[in-house]
C-alpha cells in the first residue's frame, strides 16, 4: 500500500506566527547583547526552521549547523546516534540553543545535550519547531517548543520520509492513501 496521503496539519501561516513569538520570546530570554548566542541546527530536518527562526530573532546570533543521524529510511528509531557532521564553531562560554525539527522519544536530544555539555556552553536550551510528549522514552522539554502534536508521523517543513516531502510548506501527517 503506498504512504502517499498529505492531510495538513499545521498551516505555513500558523508555522510563521508561531515563529515570531519564539524569536520575541529569545530575544526576551538573552537581552545582553555582549552574551553570545549560538544557534545549533540539527540537520537535516531543522534546516528549514533555522532559516526562520533566526531571523525571527532580532539579537545578533551565530549560527551552526551539525548533522546526527538516528533514524533509518523508515519511520522508526534505529535506536542509533551518529554524529555525520560536527560544528566548525567553538561553543564555550556561549549560550547554546539547540534548533530541532522534533523532540520524539528524545534519544538524539539527550545524545546532544551531554555531547554537548562537554564542550563547557554557558548554557543550553532546545528549540524545537515539534513536540510528540506521547511518544518520550528520555525526559527531555524544550524551552522553545513549536506546537505539541499528537502520535501520528509528519512531514514537511524540513521533515522527511525517505529523504522526501522536506520542502513542503506546510507540516502534514503522511498516511496510507
Ligand atoms: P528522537 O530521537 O526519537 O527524539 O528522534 C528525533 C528525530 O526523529 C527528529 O529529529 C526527526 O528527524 C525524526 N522524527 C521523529 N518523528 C518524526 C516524524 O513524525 N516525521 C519525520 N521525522 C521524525
Ligand atoms: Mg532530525
Same mark, same amino acid.
Given at each position: 500500500m503506498a504512504l502517499d496521503k498529505l492531510t495538513v496539519l499545521i498551516s505555513a501561516e500558523q508555522i510563521q506566527n508561531r515563529i515570531r513569538e519564539l524569536g520575541a520570546k529569545i530575544d526576551g530570554d538573552y537581552p545582553n547583547p555582549a552574551e553570545i548566542v549560538h544557534l545549533i541546527c540539527i540537520l537535516k530536518g531543522a534546516y528549514v526552521f533555522m532559516a526562520d527562526l533566526s531571523r525571527a530573532i532580532k539579537r545578533p546570533v551565530i549560527v551552526d549547523f551539525m548533522g546526527i543521524s @538516528?533514524?533509518? %529510511?523508515? %519511520?522508526? @528509531? @534505529?535506536g542509533e546516534v551518529r554524529v555525520t557532521k560536527d560544528l566548525d564553531t567553538v561553543i564555550e562560554g556561549h549560550h547554546v540553543i539547540i534548533v530541532e525539527d522534533i523532540v520524539d522519544s528524545g534519544v538524539t536530544l539527550t545524545y546532544l545535550l551531554n555531547l554537548l555539555d562537554q564542550r563547557k556552553p554557558r548554557s543550553i536550551k532546545i528549540a524545537a !519547531? !515539534?513536540? %510528540?510528549?506521547? $511518544? $518520550?522514552l528520555r525526559p527531555v522539554t524544550a524551552a522553545y517548543a513549536g506546537f505539541s502534536i499528537p502520535d501520528e508521523f509528519v512531514v514537511g517543513y524540513g521533515l522527511d520520509y525517505a529523504e522526501q516531502? $522536506?520542502? !513542503?510548506p506546510d507540516v502534514c501527517v503522511l498516511s496510507e492513501g
Open positions: @538516528s533514524y533509518g %529510511k523508515g %519511520k522508526t @528509531s @534505529s !519547531l !515539534l513536540d %510528540k510528549p506521547e $511518544r $518520550r516531502y $522536506r520542502s !513542503l
